[in-house]
């Protein structure tokens, strides 16, 4: 393992927010698909595959230290799983769910970060609740911090719980301060890294004071300080999996000790873009413009990485036009879709085989072979709904987001299929999200849902509109543990059924997977964004540090970072806010 990779696996936290759905069901959006697209020019400094968050961050940061970049996305709204849209008055979201370190100024989240360096940013919204409907029926919407939240363990757990908890967080305190302690935005993958990271003498060494504790499976510490209450474990396992996918055994003691310690601190809120998660895009769209030749170009579908003489050159569209790349190809694909843009190299021996076995390691989803597995993938429900008679505002008694949890004993806990949903009404925080008198919803399974579920299913067919009716139902019932009557509220036209298949379809996200399932506790990590093949760099959830809003943000930024001069670099670090020390 590289310098950089090592220090990325203490930092990939920072920021970190609760897992966000990344799914595709319209087409028409609100904010990121009223972009317009850009004419494809010939060349450019820097060619980027895909416009989701991972590649606008990379594009923004480039262009900001005066990089010519076009960024080619192959739909008609940039964003990727970021995007929104807009049907009879209603906006939705593809995701994700939760933000923090957004409203405040100083702020260790990677994306805020960015939009210091490029001078941009959002409209932003604070609440400070979050429900929860237990398998029993139950239901909480504490708010975020220490206070209610013992409230929540004397009542559901046991005799011990509050003790239990109290022991491991300050048990974690040492360890969150050493995750929190230094930024991400300093990594880049090369040698100069340590100069970089030398902006932060005293960070670096809090860091590593903690050793190799941060990068080991949040589980071994919850068995250090025997958490037997069953409440809290479930509880834990909760957070870890919405946080990474996995339950406590598999996820980095140092995304648990970042997210312990940001949402159990006094005073905590949440944070919500005004506009949903397409303002957020089209914030990073305008910073990419700001250099006044860089580009950001729809319905530019890559068809082939081109590669002369040991160095991707460039990209051939689909149309058949050729972008030449004067210094490097970032593809913002997952390494399915990549892996096909470089066939016709691999087929005519441009690739070198050190490139050929990097690529195939990152399609490798078999454990033994040192591949990583995928998620799984998603259900989704879009709707609008009459408000009659129904809150404003969110509260104890009616939040605007909550999980719904239905058997803490399945067999695959947490990640069994379906059961965890998490369910959003984001027009309760920001009402321009509907209509005057309406609502906006969305409910969705969190990278439970099997992929084989539904593969091979004609689109078209009965069986699967049979099949699309069945998920409409279990979500609607998930919804409605709060608003009881809420399909007799659907305003027509407005209801949309997400599936595996039209995230596959829409996202190009290989059998709809949310991203790479990186368990620690297996000692997996994540190739980096470098690549044997001179020129060529990837980004995105499966490069590093892996899923979320922040670390995809990160994962453009290290890319970003490693492309421009260390000066460029630090000029760019002189620009962030972080929380003082």
Not at 35 to 57: M, Q, R, T, Y
Not at 241 to 249: C, E, K, S, V
Not at 266 to 295: E, F, N, Q, W
Request: overall charge negative.
């Amino acid at each position: 393992m590289n310098l950089c990779s090592a220090l990325c696996l203490c930092f990939m936290a920072s920021g970190a927010s609760a897992f966000g759905p990344t799914q595709l069901v319209g087409r028409s959006s609100h904010l990121s698909a009223t972009v317009k697209s850009d004419e494809v020019p010939f060349e450019a400094d820097v060619v980027i595959i895909g416009s989701g968050l991972a590649g606008l961050s990379c594009g923004a940061l480039l262009s900001h230290c005066k990089k010519n970049v076009v960024i080619l996305e192959s739909h008609d709204a940039p964003g990727g799983c970021a995007h929104t849209w807009e049907r009879r008055g209603f906006h939705f979201e593809s995701g994700p769910s939760l933000y923090s370190g957004f409203s405040s100024e100083r702020s260790p989240n990677p994306l805020k970060n960015i939009f210091q360096i490029v001078g941009e940013d959002c409209e932003w919204i604070t609440y400070d609740r979050w429900g929860t409907v237990l398998p029993s029926g139950e239901k909480f919407a504490a708010k975020i911090g220490p206070e209610e939240f013992g409230d929540v363990l004397q009542k559901y757990g046991g005799p011990q719980a509050q003790a239990e908890f109290a022991a491991l967080m300050e048990r974690m305190k040492p360890l969150s301060d050493a995750s929190q302690a230094l930024t991400s935005m300093a990594l880049r993958e090369d040698l100069a890294v340590v100069l970089t990271l030398l902006k932060y003498p005293k960070e670096l060494l809090m860091t590593f004071s903690q050793g190799s504790k941060l990068t080991e499976p949040f589980g071994n510490i919850m068995d250090e300080m025997q958490i037997k209450d069953e409440f809290v474990r479930n509880w834990l396992d909760m957070l870890c999996f919405l946080l990474q996918g996995l339950p406590a055994r598999g996820t980095l003691n140092t995304v648990m000790s970042y997210m312990l310690a940001d949402w159990y601190r006094p005073g905590v809120t949440l944070d919500y873009p005004k506009g949903g998660s397409g303002a957020i895009v089209d914030a990073l769209v305008r910073a990419v413009r700001k250099h006044p030749l860089s580009k950001v170009c729809l319905n530019s579908h890559v068809d082939e990485i081109l590669v002369e003489n040991g160095k991707a050159v460039g990209v051939k569209l689909k149309s058949g036009k050729v972008v030449r790349a004067k210094e490097a190809v970032v593809s913002n694909a997952d390494p399915y879709v990549t892996n096909q843009l470089l066939s016709s190299a691999r087929k005519s021996s441009a690739l070198s085989n050190e490139m050929i076995a990097h690529m195939d390691k990152m399609i490798s989803t078999d454990p033994e072979e040192g591949g990583v597995k995928d998620l799984r993938s998603f259900i989704h429900l879009h709707a609008g709904i009459d408000a009659t008679g129904l809150p404003t505002e969110a509260s104890a008694d009616f939040p605007a987001q909550w999980a719904v949890i239905r058997d803490w004993n399945l067999p695959g806990g947490v990640e069994a299929p379906r059961n965890i949903v998490l369910c959003s009404m984001p027009s309760l925080i920001d009402p321009s999200m509907a209509p005057e008198g309406k609502h906006v919803i969305h409910c969705y399974t969190p990278a439970t849902e099997p992929y084989e579920w539904w593969e091979n299913m004609d689109r078209n067919s009965e069986e699967y509109r049979k099949k699309k009716e069945e998920a409409a139902d279990f979500l609607w019932s998930c919804f409605e543990e709060y608003v009881p009557n809420a399909r007799e509220r659907l305003v027509p036209g407005t209801l949309q059924i997400g599936t595996p298949l039209t995230h596959e379809r829409f996202l190009r996200r290989s059998k709809g997977s949310y991203g790479p399932r990186v368990d620690v506790g297996l000692g997996q990590t994540l190739p980096g964004h470098k690549t044997p093949l001179n020129g060529f760099y990837m980004c995105g959830d499966y490069t590093f540090p892996s899923i979320g809003v922040p670390a995809t943000a990160a994962s453009g930024a290290i890319t970003a970072n490693t492309l421009v001069s260390v000066g460029d670099h630090l000029n760019m670090l002189g620009k962030i806010k972080l929380p003082e020390k």
